[in-house]
């Protein structure tokens, strides 16, 4: 009974991370050493996220810090519909934290946003470089 269980769980598993590895989608740490923190793997977060948009295709995948929590999130592209649905699984327990439709207004929004946060970063580094 085991077997059949671990079989019915393996496999779906497996056949997403063949998905993934055909869509050549890898996922993007936000900094070195994030994936390795996790306790779920990206395959299996990857299947969790997929169960949630079935129909839809995966673009884009990322590993991050968010609000004291380790997440995955991923963004997914549907047939038919504008814009993304991004959906956040908590790279410490495998559970779904968020499901969001993002308008290509709202994604470039965004986009600007994380830009401007990655050049404060690096400005603020090199301030504190010494000469």
């Known amino acids: 009974m085991r077997r059949i269980r671990l079989a019915a769980w393996a496999i779906p598993l497996l056949l997403?991370?063949?998905t993934l590895a055909a869509q050549g989608v890898k996922v993007?740490?936000?900094?070195?050493?994030?994936?390795?923190k996790a306790k779920?793997?990206?395959?299996?977060?990857?299947?969790?996220?997929?169960?949630?948009?079935p129909k839809a295709t995966l673009k884009s995948a990322e590993i991050e810090q968010e609000d004291g929590k380790l997440i995955y999130?991923?963004?997914?592209?549907?047939?038919g519909k504008s814009g993304i649905d991004?959906?956040?699984v908590d790279a410490m327990t495998g559970k779904v934290l968020a499901v969001e439709h993002?308008?290509?207004?709202?994604?470039a929004?965004?986009?600007?946003?994380?830009?401007?946060?990655?050049?404060?970063?690096?400005d603020s580094a090199k301030a504190t470089k010494k000469p």
Request: hydrophobic share 40%; no cysteine; proline share 4%.
């Open 109 to 122: 929004a965004e986009a600007a946003k994380d830009k401007a946060k990655s050049k404060a970063k690096g």
């Open 102 to 107: 993002e308008t290509p207004k709202s994604e």
């Open 16 to 18: 997403t991370a063949a």
């Open 28 to 36: 993007k740490e936000e900094k070195p050493g994030l994936l390795k």
């Open 86 to 88: 991004e959906v956040n």
């Open 73 to 79: 999130s991923f963004d997914f592209a549907t047939a």
């Open 40 to 53: 779920v793997t990206a395959e299996a977060a990857i299947a969790t996220a997929q169960a949630k948009l």
